[in-house]
């Protein structure tokens, strides 16, 4: 979801840490033979498989409960045969975590997301798992996920609630970009770092989060094109980037205290 390499081991985290620069790594990098991706986990002894080869040992290899072959796939995807799916919901499962890959055809509209699948922890939702899903209403994160990948929840036009109940670190770019029966941004965990474009062309959005915690650092775009906004929310000090963050919001009251920071 959100990775930098730089020339030290252990520099490519689903949890990145802004303050450090880095994090730790300790599953496994998918990518094409012969990437520099390869090169990158050969240099630095990470775990490479070549996209579209068998799973690793790392990973918990299920049959799905399902009958035919279009209940495992998506308007999106065709999912590799390594997921595991449960309840309408594809994820990769590895030793000490599982990754939240994509939604399934009748999903239904109330999606709350297990903290454990297969007797370990939820820890990421990657990038546009739940993109241009039609079918949710609500959905609830649970405290176990850490990340939450680039536009997961894009275009899901008929998502009207959203519940963040964990310490998530790392809210990838515009997450809920395009949810427009969204009405009200929900409360954002104390932890997240990154907010940029997060509820960008939220048309119907009136009210945004109560407040922007004080370990957010940038929210560039956060609202942009939220035209119908009318409370923002409290920006708390630390907030180091915030440009084009109101940036098309007519209905604004009133342009919230930007901190000195």
Not at 131 to 138: G, Q, V
Not at 210 to 227: L, N, T, V, W
Request: hydrophobic share 40%; glycine share 8%.
């Amino acid at each position: 979801p959100f990775c930098v390499i730089t020339n030290s081991s252990g520099t490519i985290s689903n949890t990145y840490d802004g303050d450090k620069g880095e994090g730790t790594f300790s599953g496994t990098i998918i990518g094409a033979e012969g990437s520099t991706a390869q090169d990158y986990a050969k240099e630095f002894g990470y775990k490479f498989t070549v996209a579209g080869a068998p799973a690793t040992t790392t990973a918990v290899v299920t049959t799905a409960p399902v009958t035919t072959t279009a209940a495992v796939t998506t308007s999106a995807k065709v999912l590799p045969s390594d997921s595991y799916i449960a309840d309408g919901i594809a994820y990769y499962i590895f030793a000490d975590h599982a990754e939240l890959v994509s939604w399934m055809d009748g999903i239904g509209e109330t999606v709350s997301i297990p903290q454990k699948v297969e007797k370990v922890p939820v820890t990421v939702i990657l990038d546009g798992a739940f993109a241009n899903c039609k079918d949710i209403k609500t959905v609830e994160v649970p405290a176990s996920v850490s990340t939450i990948g680039e536009s997961a929840f894009m275009n899901c036009d008929n998502l009207v609630s959203v519940k963040i109940t964990g310490p998530v670190k790392c809210i990838a770019n515009g997450t809920f970009w395009g949810c427009k029966s969204l009405v009200e941004g929900p409360e954002l965990p104390s932890t997240v770092r990154r907010c940029l474009m997060m509820f960008a062309d939220c048309t119907a959005m009136k009210k945004g989060p109560a407040r922007i915690p004080g370990s957010a650092r940038d929210c560039s775009d956060m609202f942009r094109g939220c035209e119908s906004l009318e409370n923002a929310p409290e920006i708390s000090e630390g907030l180091i980037e915030c440009s084009n963050m109101f940036n098309g919001c007519r209905a604004l009251k009133a342009v919230p205290d930007i901190p000195a920071t």
